[in-house]
């Protein structure tokens, strides 16, 4: 078993910070929303693209996968009352030259090996595509 730990504090009526090791993200929760800082959605749609890169990083040399670039695209719908997220799309775009095949294998083991993505499929409807890179 691993444990994690993050504190967060607010600092001021228009936001707050979130620490971790050494690292810390500003928070938006300002009632009026900032700019310049991520809403707790933005923040959990983040954490889902960051499990998903980082099982990429994990699972790309173990399958010999070779790929130049991968963004990650997601939406989140939320309902008001009560308020929770009801579904997650998410589109991964990879700049690669594998197949179709190795291509969809990479997202299986994105799906099956994430414990953030995981999680939340198990809490609401998460459900996307994977996708090369157009040739430029």
Known sequence: MLDYHVKARRIDAHG????????SVVLDT???GRRDAFNP???FLASIAACMLKGIERVTPMLHF???????SLDAVRQDSPPKIVSIR???TVDT??????L?????NIRKYG???????????????????PAA
Do not use: F, M, P, W
């Not at 070779?66 to 990650?72: A, C, E, Q, S, Y």
């Open 16 to 23: 707050s910070l979130a620490e971790c090791k050494s690292a």
């Open 30 to 32: 300002d009632l009026a």
């Open 41 to 43: 959605v933005e923040l």
């Open 66 to 72: 070779k790929l130049r670039g991968v963004d990650i």
């Open 90 to 92: 998410y589109r991964i």
């Open 97 to 102: 030259e594998e197949t179709d095949q190795r």
């Open 104 to 108: 969809e294998l990479l997202h299986t």
């Open 115 to 133: 414990t953030i993505s995981n999680t939340v499929a198990g809490a609401t409807d998460l459900d996307g595509v994977i996708e090369r890179k």
